[in-house]
């Protein structure tokens, strides 16, 4: 590290001190390195001086008239909290870049070094480009002002590969003038790690679910309760009311926690298909069957937990198979005669009356005994309204991300809509108004004209049999909503091209399994 020495000089505040002080220094030769000036103090930093010449510099400085004393300090005070902040910077467990509007790169602490696999010396003052390549989100941060968070990024540079999860805020000046950027960086593993780690914890469990009216904190209490054993759980309840959260939930509370979740929609999917997703095929089982043969999903999900969304919509025959794996725990690959064992936990959720169902005959009630083992109910939206509120304000900084919009809330009239409305489509009808309104609307405040609009659609996209109509020729008079559906058709059709599976294409789409085959049946891609 380059070293100096630092002079403190108290003196008389008049005109012309400073400069006084300067021409000494100079008629000395001394090498200046910086100079401060404040009231009643100067300060210079010079080269590094021996001990005989500083005290020639002391003896001609203190000849200055109006000039009281002459230290010298280890430090200045601006620079012990400049070196204690970076300290702070290099101990945390997180990187952290800041960026001015230039692009180049001011800070960069020790743990960036091992995300980007460089040395802080090669890149500071050096265009942030060269780091983060040119399609950083940082640089549109500098240009439009918007912080985001939790952006995942996988990068190449010219020291290595990086794959990490990155957050950034800008920084403005007094008239709030962007002049620069800070962004905070974790390591995607780190990443994975912590989210593993919050995850066991009861809160971690819960953490999408959102809510704290009783009803919700009795079913939570439940599932706590449940989730250390392996029985089989039924969770009924309406559409959107959350099963598949649920799900997902009791599993991460689970011993099998470290091993897959795995869901599948009943669904969406034919009767001939589920089978295959369900139990796999032996190899050359039919014809346009893969060669190599194909697992299922209950060996996917071995020593894990399998979620079966909308078991309701299971044929009479597959039940039957069903029945046999719940009872024998045993599996068989379509075309095959050998018996695969396997370790699943079955959570089931239908929103069907399966006790009608029974009734006539369409729902097997060994079946249903056998699910039917801890059964539990998700309330509807309507039975427990003081969490709109919170669903709301949830929905609202999920979207405000999503959307690059500023939303802070919505006006008391917005809210006593919400209020009235009777949610037959619950939680993913509210989500749903929500977002639109954000589309639809561009104020700060959510208010009643784009509530309005949208839910004037709500009833029509959250209810079932949502259909799109088959699109247009044209795209002449397309309003928003077809022409996202139009373009999001596309999107699938291509992503199942490319894929061998559903999961793959989910994969590449960056939607759920269960997501895609929602949107495979609404669209009708299924052949
Ligand atoms: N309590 C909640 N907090 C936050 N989001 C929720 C909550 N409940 C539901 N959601 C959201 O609503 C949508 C529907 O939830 P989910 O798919 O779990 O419902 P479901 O009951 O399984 O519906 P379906 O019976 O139609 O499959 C999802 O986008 C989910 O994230």
């Given at each position: 590290?380059?070293?100096?020495t630092?002079?403190?000089?108290s003196?008389?505040?008049?005109?012309?001190?400073?400069?006084?002080?300067?021409?000494?220094?100079?008629?000395?030769g001394?090498?200046?390195?910086?100079?401060?000036?404040?009231?009643r103090?100067?300060?210079?930093k010079?080269?590094?001086?021996?001990?005989?010449?500083?005290?020639?510099?002391?003896?001609?400085?203190k000849?200055?008239?109006?000039?009281?004393?002459?230290?010298?300090?280890?430090?200045f005070?601006?620079?012990?909290?400049e070196?204690?902040?970076?300290?702070?910077?290099?101990?945390?467990?997180?990187?952290?870049?800041?960026?001015?509007?230039?692009?180049?790169?001011?800070?960069?602490?020790?743990?960036c070094?091992?995300?980007?696999?460089?040395?802080?010396?090669?890149?500071?003052?050096?265009?942030?480009?060269?780091?983060?390549?040119?399609?950083?989100?940082?640089?549109?941060?500098?240009?439009?002002?918007?912080?985001?968070?939790?952006?995942?990024?996988?990068?190449?540079?010219?020291?290595?590969?990086?794959?990490?999860?990155?957050?950034?805020?800008?920084?403005r000046?007094?008239?709030?003038?962007?002049?620069?950027?800070?962004?905070s960086?974790?390591?995607?593993?780190?990443?994975?790690?912590l989210?593993?780690?919050?995850?066991?914890?009861?809160?971690?469990?819960?953490?999408?679910?959102v809510?704290?009216s009783?009803a919700?904190?009795?079913?939570?209490?439940?599932?706590?309760?449940?989730?250390?054993?392996?029985?089989t759980?039924?969770?009924?309840?309406?559409?959107?009311?959350?099963?598949?959260l649920?799900?997902?939930?009791?599993h991460?509370?689970?011993?099998?926690?470290?091993?897959?979740?795995?869901?599948?929609?009943?669904?969406?999917?034919?009767?001939?298909?589920i089978?295959?997703?369900?139990?796999?095929?032996a190899?050359?089982?039919?014809?346009g069957?893969?060669?190599?043969?194909?697992?299922?999903?209950?060996?996917?999900a071995?020593?894990?937990?399998?979620?079966?969304?909308?078991?309701?919509?299971?044929?009479?025959r597959?039940?039957?198979?069903?029945?046999?794996?719940?009872q024998?725990?045993v599996?068989?690959?379509?075309?095959?005669?050998?018996?695969?064992?396997?370790?699943?936990?079955?959570?089931?959720?239908?929103?069907?009356?399966?006790?009608?169902?029974?009734?006539?005959?369409?729902f097997?009630?060994?079946?249903?005994?056998?699910?039917?083992?801890?059964?539990?109910?998700?309330?509807?939206?309507?039975?427990?309204?003081e969490?709109?509120?919170?669903?709301?304000?949830?929905?609202?900084?999920?979207y405000?991300?999503k959307?690059?919009?500023?939303?802070?809330?919505?006006?008391?009239?917005f809210?006593?809509?919400l209020?009235?409305?009777?949610?037959?489509?619950?939680?993913r009808?509210?989500?749903?108004?929500?977002?639109?309104a954000?589309?639809l609307?561009?104020?700060?405040?959510l208010?009643?004209?784009s509530?309005?609009?949208?839910?004037?659609?709500?009833?029509?996209?959250?209810?079932?049999?949502?259909?799109?109509?088959?699109?247009?020729?044209?795209?002449?008079?397309?309003?928003?909503?077809?022409?996202?559906?139009?373009?999001?058709?596309?999107?699938?059709?291509?992503?199942?091209?490319?894929?061998?599976?559903?999961?793959?294409?989910?994969?590449?789409?960056?939607?759920?399994?269960?997501a895609?085959?929602?949107?495979?049946?609404?669209?009708?891609?299924?052949?």
């Open positions: 590290m380059e070293r100096f630092r002079l403190e000089i003196a008389e505040d008049r005109l012309g001190m400073t400069s006084e002080i300067l021409k000494v220094l100079h008629k000395l001394i090498n200046l390195h910086s100079l401060e000036v404040f009231p103090k100067v300060r210079v010079t080269e590094v001086l021996e001990e005989g010449r500083l005290q020639i510099i002391q003896r001609d400085l000849n200055v008239q109006g000039v009281d004393s002459v230290g010298v300090v280890d430090l005070d601006f620079e012990k909290s070196r204690r902040l970076l300290a702070i910077l290099d101990a945390i467990d997180e990187g952290i870049v800041a960026v001015n509007k230039e692009f180049r790169v001011e800070l960069f602490n020790s743990y070094e091992s995300v980007f696999k460089v040395k802080k010396e090669d890149v500071l003052g050096q265009d942030i480009r060269r780091l983060m390549g040119p399609d950083s989100p940082l640089l549109r941060l500098i240009q439009d002002g918007i912080a985001w968070k939790n952006k995942e990024v996988s990068g190449h540079n010219q020291w290595g590969d990086s794959h990490y999860i990155i957050n950034g805020r800008p920084v000046d007094d008239d709030e003038h962007i002049i620069g950027a800070v962004a960086v974790k390591d995607i593993r780190k990443a994975i790690e989210a593993n780690a919050v995850s066991r914890t009861t809160e971690g469990a819960f953490k999408e679910i809510g704290s009783q919700i904190e009795r079913v939570k209490k439940m599932c706590v309760a449940v989730a250390k054993s392996n029985s759980i039924l969770l009924r309840g309406e559409s959107g009311t959350g099963k598949e649920f799900a997902k939930a009791i991460r509370l689970s011993k099998r926690r470290d091993q897959p979740f795995v869901t599948i929609n009943c669904a969406a999917l034919p009767d001939s298909l089978e295959s997703e369900l139990f796999g095929y190899r050359g089982s039919f014809t069957a893969a060669q190599s043969g194909k697992e299922g999903l209950f060996r996917e071995d020593g894990g937990t399998l979620c079966l969304d909308e078991i309701g919509e299971l044929s009479v597959l039940q039957a198979k069903l029945l046999r794996v719940l024998e725990g599996i068989r690959k379509i075309g095959s005669n050998r018996e695969e064992q396997v370790n699943v936990r079955i959570i089931a959720a239908t929103n069907k009356n399966l006790e009608e169902m029974m009734r006539q005959s369409l097997r009630e060994d079946l249903f005994y056998r699910l039917n083992v801890v059964p539990i109910f998700l309330p509807p939206l309507r039975e427990r309204k969490d709109i509120p919170l669903l709301v304000n949830h929905f609202i900084a999920v405000s991300e959307l690059n919009r500023r939303v802070s809330g919505t006006d008391m009239a809210m006593d809509k209020f009235k409305h009777d949610w037959p489509g619950n939680v009808e509210l989500q749903n108004v929500i977002e639109r954000l589309v609307g561009d104020d700060d405040i208010s009643l004209q509530l309005a609009l949208s839910l004037e659609h709500s009833a029509q996209k959250s209810g079932e049999g949502d259909a799109p109509q088959p699109f247009p020729p044209g795209r002449k008079n397309l309003n928003l909503r077809r022409a996202v559906q139009m373009c999001e058709r596309e999107v699938i059709e291509q992503a199942l091209a490319q894929s061998k599976s559903y999961r793959a294409a989910a994969r590449i789409l960056g939607i759920s399994h269960t895609l085959m929602k949107k495979v049946k609404r669209y009708e891609l299924s052949s």
